[in-house]
Every structure is written in C-alpha cells, then in structure tokens.
C-alpha cells in the first residue's frame, strides 16, 4: 500500500510492507499465557547511548522449554499474583552481549570485510535459549526492526515476560 499525504504543494510517500518472514515452529503469541517485550540498549564503544528500542514479542515456541528456563533462576521470577483469577507471574531476564572489537573469522555477509572494523545488521529481537543438550532455541520473537552493531558495541536486553494459569 502507497500512501500520498499533500503537505503545503508537497507529496509526502509513506509505503507499508508485509513480509512472511520465516519463524520455523514458532506460534503466534496472541493466545498463548504469554506476554513478552524487551528493551534493547545499545552503547558504543566509549559507553555513549546509541540506540533503545522497544519490541513486542509476537511469536513463542510452545514448548515447555520456555517454562523451563523461567523457571531455572529464582532472581527471574520479579513478582507474583492474581489477575481475573488466574495466577500471573512477572520474569525479567537480562541479556548481555559485548562486541568485541575484532573477530577471529570474517563472516561472508555484509558488513563483515573487516576483522577490527565491521558491523552487523539486527532485524529482530529474539529471546534463545539451549537445552540441556546443547541444542538451541527461539522462544520468543518480537516484530521486525532494524538495529546496526558495530565492533566493540555493547548490547543490553531486558526481557519481562508474563505469564498466566
């Protein structure tokens, strides 16, 4: 859809895009006992605030992984109580990544044509976890944005997930 706004004899374009981006086994979010966001922040390398986006999870791997890991740390459980009667509990999970400033391989995707100065291209949020055999999961996915990480950049995510009984 092409959207045309005249403002004062000028044409302003705004253009929506839908896309079906590929989420494997993931569902959609809305009617599951979950309600998930997460508040990225991003700093450089002299600690300067870049970016801080917040992104609503849309999709969630119904598997009982995800209980799992809330459940796995006592400091993630924030709060409990009753809504409508049901049991309602808030986790808070903190993911940190540090960048550092050179890579031992130079990836054959763009941004990467340099060891010590490359940048990558972050166009979701997600929350992973691995299960005890080392395998790796989604288990939460929030909608498409664009974020750009540079070597040495510092990137802090504060995941509150709800759920409900």
Request: glycine residues 6%; hydrophobic residues 30%; proline residues 3%.
């Given at each position: 859809m092409i959207l045309i706004i005249p403002i004062s004899g000028t044409n302003v374009f705004a253009q929506t895009l839908y896309t079906e981006a590929y989420v494997g086994q993931l569902k959609d979010i809305e009617d599951s006992k979950y309600r998930a966001s997460a508040v990225t922040i991003i700093r450089n390398e002299?600690?300067?605030?870049?970016?801080?986006?917040?992104?609503?999870?849309?999709?969630?791997?119904?598997?009982?992984?995800?209980?799992?890991?809330?459940?796995?740390?006592?400091?993630?459980?924030?709060?409990?109580?009753?809504?409508n009667d049901k049991n309602v509990n808030l986790y808070n999970v903190k993911v940190e990544y540090s960048k550092q400033k050179c890579t031992e391989v130079v990836f054959d995707v763009p941004g990467f044509n340099d060891k010590c100065n490359w940048y990558h291209r972050v166009f979701s949020t997600i929350l992973g976890v691995t299960d005890n055999e080392g395998i790796e999961h989604t288990v939460l996915r929030g909608l498409n944005h664009a974020e750009i990480i540079r070597s040495e950049y510092e990137v802090t995510i504060f995941w509150n997930i709800f759920t409900q009984d």
């Open positions: 002299n600690g300067e605030l870049i970016s801080l986006s917040k992104t609503e999870a849309t999709r969630y791997l119904d598997n009982s992984i995800l209980d799992n890991f809330l459940n796995s740390k006592p400091e993630y459980l924030i709060k409990q109580g009753k809504l």
